[in-house]
């Protein structure tokens, strides 16, 4: 499984940004797809998931103002952040599991900065 991430960028707080991730190869299997997010000197965290049925589940610090979502049809998953505050400026990975293999993007930078 390969996975294609894009949509990070500068933004200033209070924005919005949308975060897309395409799965290619053998995606026929996949079940959760979700974003994770690692700010400089911190650990990797989870932002949000999403499974096969549209259930969801999200950070604390994100509910309200982040919005996960796919299509199953297209093996993408997307990220809709509003009202971004600086501390969420990490690299946002997507990541997908797939019969019990997990499987990470390269990552795209979001900056929420004035």
């Known amino acids: 499984v390969q996975l294609q991430a894009s949509g990070g960028g500068l933004v200033q707080p209070g924005g919005s940004l949308r975060l897309s991730c395409a799965a290619s190869?053998?995606?026929?299997?996949?079940?959760?797809m979700g974003w994770y997010r690692q700010a400089p000197g911190k650990q990797r965290d989870l932002v949000a998931r999403?499974?096969?049925?549209?259930?969801?589940n999200y950070a604390d610090s994100v509910k309200g103002r982040f919005t996960i979502s796919r299509d199953n049809a297209k093996n993408t998953v997307y990220l809709q952040m509003n009202s971004l505050k600086p501390e969420d400026t990490a690299v946002y990975y997507c990541?997908?599991?797939?019969?019990?293999?997990?499987?990470w993007g390269q990552g795209t930078l979001v900056t929420v900065s004035s």
């Open positions: 990541n997908v599991e797939r019969l019990s293999l997990f499987y």
């Open positions: 999403i499974n096969t049925g549209g259930s969801t």
């Open positions: 190869g053998s995606s026929v299997g996949i079940n959760s």
